[in-house]
């Protein structure tokens, strides 16, 4: 799942202070997400479905097919065989309005102001905040021992060849370092093996899978929880690459702007989320692994499936009343519920290193989301120096933020909008020169869940394809001129669209005639 793989984040971090004099809330009988799909319904962007649908298949063709455009999140409220449960799909999706609710700012109309947004929040910490274990919504009810069964719970199977039914895919999988006691919030795909057992992928390097491994050194079984029904930034804190000694809690209150609120677990001393609506706990144990996958990943091919998967034992199960479950597909294009945030994390990261690095001119970012998230990105300049795009280029390239996976790394000039890709392929086609435009990276950092990497055992080694697609610099002065509307003549046509019948509102256009006679085209 996405979610062995993660956004690194660039650029630096600063600690806030948490907000003073606030009241403490009574918060019982409310999550962290219904607080979010309140907003959502307010601004017309839930859709809740009453039919019966089936979480085997069903629930995810319908968001396949729903998502492929600008479309609401999908709560299913009446899900075959699990009554009183809801699952929620769609969460984001391709919808810049709920990216920007979920790191909670209004919307916005231009994918580069949210990407902005977010690189200003991204570097903020906060410490969270611990709350008493009866104020937890997801202590309404808990079944331990032989009493549990996860099965009560709608897992979905997504596509028609995964190999089983996954309950964890938007969820946040809490560990922790025995030896420095840094808490780590992950993202990881979790497909049920049992009534009491459900398996937790991690790939290698990742720092759920490392901390696994300190327990195990140490002759302990992992202490381990899962958290579903969240506030979808937590989810895209978890699967967000930080550094590996702090906690994402701190990140997603930094976000958030006010602190996450825990309560430590008397079972496998784990801070948990109080507001999550379904938590599991238990521990992961070294000699017991079993056959996990396949599963349909965010490339929109199968992840091959995993020999030997650590299973944790599931010793007891937290829920609230009638809960929700949030579930994320995995998909090719704009259906994939990981493309649009990763752009975003992606991109601002790639920014915040660009102008940490003192890299001058540069006018934005944006990694393309129907790329599987961060398979390209595309960087606008104002050229201002010989070499200037190549460094950019390069830089982008290999920064902290832009180094893992991305395939393809544009440069455009500044009349070019990156988040535009009809704009970028145009810049592509007039003003690249394949023969002298194209580098080539070899032996770069990529992922296992590349399918275009074959055999398989060359994983993770990839490469990376720079294209300079800005006027050459060399020329630029006497590069034929690109035709611009005129900006007096456009301003008319605006001020008069609805006399000239015209529905909707007319294109917003940045880039205009800055030349006064057809004697300076030449």
């Given amino acids: 799942l996405p979610i062995e793989m993660s956004v690194p984040v660039g650029g630096d971090s600063k600690t806030v202070e948490q907000p003073k004099n606030q009241a403490p809330r009574d918060r019982r009988n409310s999550s962290d997400l219904d607080v979010w799909l309140e907003k959502a319904e307010a601004m017309g962007e839930l859709k809740r479905i009453t039919a019966e649908v089936s979480s085997d298949l069903e629930a995810a063709h319908i968001t396949y097919l729903v998502g492929m455009e600008k479309s609401p999140a999908l709560l299913f409220e009446n899900i075959k065989g699990h009554p009183g449960h809801k699952a929620l799909y769609n969460m984001i999706g391709c919808n810049l309005s709920r990216f920007c609710l979920m790191i909670g700012e209004e919307p916005v109309d231009h994918p580069l102001k949210a990407v902005q947004l977010l690189q200003k929040k991204l570097g903020r910490k906060m410490k969270p905040t611990e709350v008493p274990a009866e104020s937890a919504i997801c202590n309404q009810n808990i079944v331990e021992g032989d009493k549990i069964d996860i099965r009560m719970f709608p897992a979905q199977r997504m596509w028609p060849l995964d190999g089983g039914m996954y309950l964890g895919t938007a969820d946040s999988v809490i560990t922790k370092d025995p030896e420095s006691g840094r808490v780590n919030v992950g993202t990881y795909r979790m497909m049920i093996k049992g009534p009491r057992e459900i398996g937790v992928y991690t790939s290698p390097g990742k720092d759920g899978g490392a901390d696994r491994d300190k327990w195990w050194k140490m002759g302990k079984p992992a202490p381990i929880a ?296 030449t």
Wanted: with cysteine; aromatic share 12%.
């Fill in 226 to 521: 899962a958290a579903y029904g969240i506030d979808p930034l937590l989810f895209l804190v978890g699967a967000t690459t930080l550094p590996k000694t702090e906690s994402e809690y701190e990140y997603y209150s930094g976000i958030k702007g006010s602190p996450i609120e825990l309560f430590t677990s008397d079972l496998t001393g784990l801070p948990l989320p109080a507001h999550a609506e379904i938590i599991l706990e238990g521990h992961l144990y070294p000699d017991e692994t079993f056959a996990e996958g396949p599963f349909g990943e965010f490339t929109g091919y199968y992840g091959r499936p995993s020999g030997a998967t650590p299973y944790m034992r599931v010793e007891r199960v937290r829920y609230r009343n009638n809960p929700t479950l949030t579930c994320a597909l995995m998909a090719d294009g704009p259906s994939n519920e990981c493309g649009l945030f990763w752009a975003a994390v992606r991109s601002a990261g790639i920014w915040a290193d660009l102008q940490k690095l003192g890299i001058p001119g540069i006018q934005g970012v944006w990694s393309v989301p129907e790329a599987a998230g961060w398979g390209m990105t595309v960087v606008s300049i104002k050229q201002m120096y010989a070499g200037h795009a190549s460094q950019v280029m390069a830089l982008a390239a290999q920064c902290t933020a832009g180094a893992y996976f991305g395939k393809y790394i544009i440069v455009v000039d500044d009349d070019i909008d990156p988040s535009n890709i009809g704009q970028v392929l145009w810049a592509m086609a007039t003003r690249s020169r394949p023969a002298q435009s194209i580098d080539i990276l070899r032996e770069t950092w990529s992922t296992f869940l590349d399918p275009s990497l074959n055999p398989p055992e060359i994983r993770p080694w990839g490469s990376k394809a720079l294209i300079n697609a800005c006027m050459d610099y060399k020329y630029i002065k006497s590069f034929s001129p690109r035709t611009k509307l005129d900006k007096k003549t456009y301003d008319q046509v605006v001020s008069r669209w609805q006399e000239l019948g015209l529905s909707g509102k007319p294109p917003e256009i940045t880039v205009f005639e800055d030349k006064t006679s057809a004697k300076d085209v």
